[in-house]
């Protein structure tokens, strides 16, 4: 946030110079792992339309505010261009506040911090958290899903190059402290209020198109992280 030119930088450089080198060696498919952050409806709080692929304006007062989201932006018009001019396979899978184990630290979101806090024996105060508040969040097994779907779907099944990944419902960090809590007796959650606007997703066309089924809504991958994340402790300690 405080580097933009290091963020803008990297994403449009990085993917001209993918882009590149797939038109010039005839290489295979590419998979852009996009951002919610894309849509201009974030600025938006408690927007009642789920984002679809196919509507994200790119000239909202807001576009721009965010470098990292702006990176995505442009990453997007640039593997947009070569697929459309240079007949270079490129698709973009559009991703939700994904969690799951094994996430770098400065991306733990409050889903990852709250179960891994709970199973550690830590308490976890935060400032965020409201039943209203929801959004669409995506289990990292159900991320790799969508990847490899996006991957392998032959283009004669395509009907578009943009598809949004995530889950089938929408919920709140409030809704995954009392998961975690009926789980674990003894976590010890705090939530206060504010939170993050609504970002809800349509994924009927990676439904229909990739064939994409979510398989972890939020307490069935709230289960499996507790089990993945003590069986990591073990090893670890032993």
Sequence with gaps: QA???YSLHTAATGM?????AARLLDLGRIVFAGSNGEYDSLMVDHDLTPMEPTTARMFHPQVGSIPYSSGKKLATIIGMCYWQTQDVDW?????SRVWGLGAKKETTTATILMI???VDGLPTDLNLGSEDQTRCQTYVKDVAQGVLLALDT????LQQRVFNIGSLEETSDRDTARIIQELIPEAKIKLKGG???RRAFDI???????KFEPQYQLEAGIKDHIAMYRAYKQSSAS
């Design 3 to 5: 580097q933009p030119y």
């Design 16 to 20: 001209l110079n993918i882009c590149e």
């Design 91 to 95: 698709v973009n899978v559009r991703l």
């Design 116 to 118: 891994e806090n709970a």
């Design 154 to 157: 032959p283009n004669a099944h």
């Design 195 to 197: 939170g993050v606007n």
């Design 204 to 210: 009927h066309a990676a439904r229909e198109q990739l």
